[in-house]
């Protein structure tokens, strides 16, 4: 059987406990009404035998101490939650004992923002990491030797596993399921639990919150500027001059500022302002395109489909409720 060590941290998110437990679990009954033997040894590791979440207001009773298990083939790292720095703080204990776990075989993976406990390791130094997009600006300020990945499900590099935001830690679930316990059993369990398999790309639920933890006034001032003309066709060479910088200046202090360049980031303003409209209005996509500033049709579904994942009709048929029920 595979050892499957759910680390309990403190500022534990429940939910991603609870739910990696139940897949886990779940997998082992799905084997079993099939006359197959289990294939996980399910234990829920902690510093002490009782972890406090959600401030207090409930408490994982865990199986086994950090310090009694000496030996375990996949780790996984629940969400954390509160203030990410202070997070990664009070579990500092943990990170030893994870790289020691790596060292000897073990895979690591990480549950939506149990990435900051995984990447305070170093061992994804050099290497690419989902997130939750929302904590994407921390954690490339806390963690700037890793390679932060937007917008991806899942990413596996060299056994150390990362998810994306909120349920996107499903997809990666499902995936374990699947590379341990087979394909048959990993349908079952998304059919079973209501999951979307395969799912690769958190772009469609990513909400664009313009980047303005910096301070760069001029930089700043051009992007108040393109979210206030959103409807405008804005060239890089009127930002540079309208603040005076020259254009390659310019475009190197927005990138450093933004982690975009400012094509990405009118592109983007633009997109995000036509989610809104596809999602809100009964507009059709040639309306909305319009009212976003964009005069060619192939360009915009290009580029909406490159932010988001999905076509501008198939966003709107999913998320507008509207077009849903017709």
């Known amino acids: 059987m ?38 996980f040894d399910v234990q829920m590791v902690g510093l002490s035998k009782e972890v406090k979440v959600h401030g207090g207001m409930f408490s994982v009773h865990t199986d086994i101490l950090l310090s009694d298990l ?95 935001g909120a349920t996107s830690y499903w997809s990666l679930l499902l995936l374990l399921i699947e590379k341990y316990a087979g394909r048959d059993i990993a349908i079952m369990a998304a059919k079973i639990y209501a999951l979307e398999i395969d799912r690769k790309s958190q772009s469609p639920f990513a909400m664009f ?37 020259g254009r390659r200046h310019f475009e190197r202090r927005f990138k450093k500022a933004t982690n975009n360049t400012p094509v990405e980031y009118i592109q983007r303003v633009k997109i995000e302002a036509a989610k809104k409209q596809l999602e809100s209005t009964p507009k059709n ?12 049709a192939k360009a915009f579904r290009t580029v909406f489909k490159k932010i988001t994942g999905l076509s501008p009709i198939d966003y709107r048929n999913k998320y507008n409720k509207e077009a849903a029920v017709a």
């Open 70 to 164: 000496q030996k375990s083939d996949m780790v996984i790292i629940p969400a954390i939650s509160g203030d990410l720095q202070n997070a990664v703080n009070v579990n500092r204990d943990f990170v030893p004992w994870i790289i020691n776990q790596y060292n000897n075989g073990a895979e690591i993976a990480s549950l939506c923002i149990g990435s900051f406990i995984l990447a305070s390791t170093g061992l994804l130094n050099g290497k690419e990491c989902s997130s939750h997009w929302i904590t994407a600006d921390a954690f490339r300020n806390m963690f700037p030797e890793v390679k932060l990945v937007d917008g991806r499900i899942v990413t596996e590099q060299q056994g150390l596993y990362s998810s994306g």
């Open 285 to 296: 996509i040639n309306e909305v395109m319009y009212d976003v500033g964009y005069t060619d």
């Open 2 to 39: 595979k050892h499957v060590a759910i680390l309990i941290p403190n500022e534990a998110v429940l939910a991603s406990i609870v739910d990696a437990r139940t897949i886990f679990t779940g997998a082992n009954d799905f084997l079993q009404s099939m006359g197959r033997q289990p294939v």
């Open 209 to 245: 919150t313009g980047q303005k933890k910096h301070e760069d006034n001029p930089i700043k001032q051009a992007q108040e500027y393109i979210e206030n003309n959103v409807t405008e066709k804005i060239s890089v060479e009127d930002l540079s001059s309208m603040y005076a910088i």
